[in-house]
Every structure is written in structure tokens, then in C-alpha cells.
């Protein structure tokens, strides 16, 4: 059995504004391979690989992710500067894709104790790159749920589109909660579910009616 990831179909149906870069954003779950599929429906193609003269990417974006509780970023922030020091938080962001063509995944720690190396933003340690693609305007990439501090399946997550390092047409506090993708039966699986719907027909027939059956069956064998 498969799981297929509709991701046009999956895409939140959340209110945006008028002036947002995108139209809907999903986090869809493989229960059965243990990984969240990320989605964002773009209204025109980002340009992610370009910098503009301060260094800062042309086009990014930036996905908070909290396995316990809503409002990601909030957390995050806190978790970040001290205040909620026990939270568990994962940072993904594509201000990286112009040096090295893949996002970064990087787990917040808190400032005031942690003293190794930061990534994108300074909010806590590189994890993980990420490979993404576009099929149309729909930008997505997939990541195990290990890496999102997840076990269950259920977590929440706060979007952030930028434009320029977010000093223009920023759109922060776009919050959602992952959703579990629909389960879609292979074609041999089809035909087995058939097969044994059939044999417990066969089984719950009145005795006469199975040896008409097969009796009507021999008739047609034989010559």
C-alpha cells in the first residue's frame, strides 16, 4: 500500500492576504515512511537562488515546527532567548539555497547556554540539508519526522515568506498543523481485497446454492 500525496488537493485552505506571494501552504504526514511532506502554492515562481546586492537571498522562506504545542514561532522565539528553555523546535529555511542549493533544517537552542556553532538566523545547530523541487507553482520537499523532534505525526508549524531578507512584503504568523495523507491501496492489493470479498460470499451461501454453483460451473468445464 502506498500513500499519495495530492499536494494541490492537501494544500491548507487558510486564509491569506491579498498581498501574499502564495495562495496555500500544507504539511501533509506518511504515517507508513515516517515523513511530512511540506508544500507552498506560490502565486508566481520564487526566486530562491538569486541574492540581491546586500547578500540576502531575492526570494526565501522560512518554516518553524513544533511537535507539542500551536504558534511555532512564538515558541521558538522563546525557546531561543531563555524563557522556555525545555521546548523542542525545528528551524527550515532556504536562505542558504544560492551557496548550496538545498534548505537547512536546524534545531532552536537556547542562547543564554548554547555555545556551538548556529546556522541560518543564529537559532541553534544544523541538522540537515534538504533537497526541494516545483512541480508548476507548487514548491515542496520532504523530511523524517526524527528531524522535526516528531513521533506521532501531529505537529504545528508558523510560515514565513520573505522578500529581499524580509525588508520587503515580509508575510510572518501564517500558523498550521500537519495533516495525515490518504491511504491508496496498490492494484494487487485491489485484487485481493476482491478476491477475499468474494470467498466470504462463496462461504456464506446456503449449501444448496453452492452445489447449484458448482454444479453449473462443471457443465461449462466439461465437454
Same mark, same amino acid.
Given at each position: 500500500?502506498?500513500?499519495?500525496?495530492?499536494?494541490?488537493?492537501?494544500?491548507?485552505?487558510?486564509?491569506?492576504?491579498?498581498?501574499?506571494?502564495?495562495?496555500?501552504?500544507?504539511?501533509?504526514?506518511?504515517?507508513?515512511?515516517?515523513?511530512?511532506?511540506?508544500?507552498?502554492?506560490?502565486?508566481?515562481?520564487?526566486?530562491?537562488?538569486?541574492?540581491?546586492?546586500?547578500?540576502?537571498?531575492?526570494?526565501?522562506?522560512?518554516?518553524?515546527? @513544533?511537535? &507539542?504545542?500551536?504558534?511555532?514561532?512564538?515558541? +521558538?522565539?522563546? *525557546?531561543?532567548? /531563555? !524563557?522556555?528553555? #525545555?521546548?523542542?523546535?525545528?528551524?527550515?529555511?532556504?536562505?542558504?539555497?544560492?551557496?548550496?542549493?538545498?534548505?537547512?533544517?536546524?534545531?532552536?537552542?537556547?542562547?543564554?547556554?548554547?555555545?556551538?556553532?548556529?546556522?541560518?538566523?543564529?537559532?541553534?545547530?544544523?541538522?540537515?540539508?534538504?533537497?526541494?523541487?516545483?512541480?508548476?507553482?507548487?514548491?515542496?520537499?520532504?523530511?523524517?519526522?526524527?528531524?522535526?523532534? @516528531?513521533? &506521532?505525526?501531529?505537529?504545528?508549524?508558523?510560515? +514565513?515568506?520573505? *522578500?529581499?531578507? /524580509? !525588508?520587503?512584503? #515580509?508575510?510572518?504568523?501564517?500558523?498550521?498543523?500537519?495533516?495525515?495523507?490518504?491511504?491508496?491501496?496498490?492494484?494487487?492489493?485491489?485484487?485481493?481485497?476482491?478476491?477475499?470479498?468474494?470467498?466470504?460470499?462463496?462461504?456464506?451461501?446456503?449449501?444448496?446454492?453452492?452445489?447449484?454453483?458448482?454444479?453449473?460451473?462443471?457443465?461449462?468445464?466439461?465437454?
Amino acid at each position: 500500500m502506498r500513500f499519495f500525496v495530492a499536494l494541490l488537493a492537501a494544500t491548507a485552505a487558510l486564509p491569506t492576504l491579498a498581498a501574499d506571494p502564495f495562495s496555500g501552504y500544507s504539511a501533509v504526514v506518511d504515517p507508513l515512511a515516517q515523513t511530512a511532506t511540506f508544500s507552498i502554492e506560490y502565486v508566481t515562481l520564487p526566486d530562491l537562488g538569486s541574492t540581491v546586492p546586500t547578500g540576502q537571498p531575492v526570494d526565501s522562506f522560512v518554516f518553524w515546527v @513544533d511537535p &507539542d504545542a500551536p504558534v511555532a514561532l512564538d515558541r +521558538a522565539q522563546s *525557546h531561543n532567548n /531563555g !524563557t522556555l528553555p #525545555d521546548s523542542r523546535q525545528t528551524f527550515i529555511a532556504s536562505d542558504t539555497v544560492p551557496l548550496t542549493g538545498q534548505l537547512q533544517a536546524s534545531w532552536v537552542q537556547d542562547d543564554t547556554t548554547y555555545t556551538g556553532p548556529t546556522g541560518v538566523g543564529g537559532w541553534g545547530s544544523v541538522q540537515s540539508y534538504l533537497d526541494y523541487g516545483f512541480v508548476g507553482n507548487v514548491l515542496s520537499f520532504t523530511v523524517p519526522l526524527s528531524l522535526l523532534q @516528531d513521533t &506521532d505525526g501531529t505537529f504545528y508549524y508558523t510560515l +514565513a515568506v520573505l *522578500h529581499e531578507g /524580509g !525588508t520587503v512584503g #515580509d508575510t510572518f504568523g501564517h500558523n498550521g498543523v500537519s495533516v495525515m495523507a490518504s491511504a491508496v491501496p496498490e492494484p494487487e492489493t485491489l485484487w485481493l481485497m476482491l478476491a477475499g470479498l468474494a470467498g466470504i460470499g462463496w462461504y456464506c451461501m446456503p449449501p444448496l446454492m453452492r452445489l447449484r454453483s458448482s454444479k453449473r460451473r462443471l457443465l461449462c468445464i466439461c465437454p
